[in-house]
């Protein structure tokens, strides 16, 4: 049966997800009732080079052809010297319902590898590699097993109000629905703790315990209600101008 992992990995807005998803098998038919591509061009007698044909590949579950169909392999089979695919899977199971992966690369025979060069949907900005093995092959084409391994970026909703995307960074809960307050200072810090990133302040912080403001000296001020003895000086008095 297929597998299908998704490993989240917590980010700031985004979440960097890694795919890994085992025992998928494409039959492509090139011939017989169940064909499943057509020939566009011809391509050059005896090389067949420049032979291009369009493709819509099944990808099931399992190697039987009454296995679940979770994907499509939708684009251009091409010969150039060696056979060389691009296309679009577009997939169909209800876990990843639209979304779809960019896929390009030569075909050697027996096995080789496929480059994914981006997707859409639940595997944006996917890179990543598709391991292909020939499971069995017949008159009309043959059946190749899949294993997709890559990694995408997946917008994380945040909710509103709470610091907005920074705030993730901190306090990640992965059901997304709360955000967690850090631990506590050591040494009883009356400090409150930080929702975000270092550095980062809450949109309503609460105000820390009073400074006094009031300085203990005194200032030097005459004082009004006193005799001020005959000749003092008061270094904070101004001289007075000479008639």
């Not at 392999?73 to 997939?91: P, Q, W, Y």
């Not at 810090?189 to 400074?211: D, M, Q, R």
Request: glycine share 10%.
């Amino acid at each position: 049966m297929a597998s299908f992992d998704v490993t989240p990995y917590n980010g700031a807005s985004v979440e960097n997800t890694k795919l890994h998803f085992k025992k998928l098998y494409l039959r492509q038919n090139t011939s017989g009732p169940n064909s499943n591509q057509t020939k566009l061009i011809d391509g050059d007698v005896g090389s067949e080079f420049g032979r291009t044909a369009v493709t819509n590949w099944a990808i099931h579950d399992g190697p039987s052809p009454g296995a679940k169909v979770v994907a499509r392999a939708r684009g251009l089979h091409v010969n150039a010297v060696d056979d060389h695919s691009s296309f679009t899977m577009v997939f169909e199971s209800k876990s990843f319902k639209c979304s779809t992966l960019e896929i390009m690369g030569a075909i050697a025979l027996g096995q080789g590898d496929w480059a994914i060069v981006g997707g859409t949907g639940q595997f944006a900005m996917a890179r990543g590699v598709v391991q292909r093995f020939v499971y069995e092959r017949s008159d009309h084409g043959q059946v190749v097993e899949l294993a997709i391994e890559a990694f995408c970026r997946a917008k994380l909703p945040w909710p509103r109000g709470e610091d907005g995307p920074m705030a993730l960074r901190a306090g990640f809960n992965h059901q997304y629905d709360k955000l967690k307050p850090s631990p506590a200072l050591p040494g009883g810090s009356k400090v409150e703790p930080k929702t975000g990133p270092l550095g980062f302040k809450p949109n309503n912080p609460k105000p820390g315990p009073a400074v006094p403001t009031a300085s203990k000296v005194k200032p030097k001020t005459r004082l009004t209600g006193f005799a001020v003895p005959p000749g003092f000086k008061s270094k904070y008095d101004k001289p007075k101008p000479k008639a």
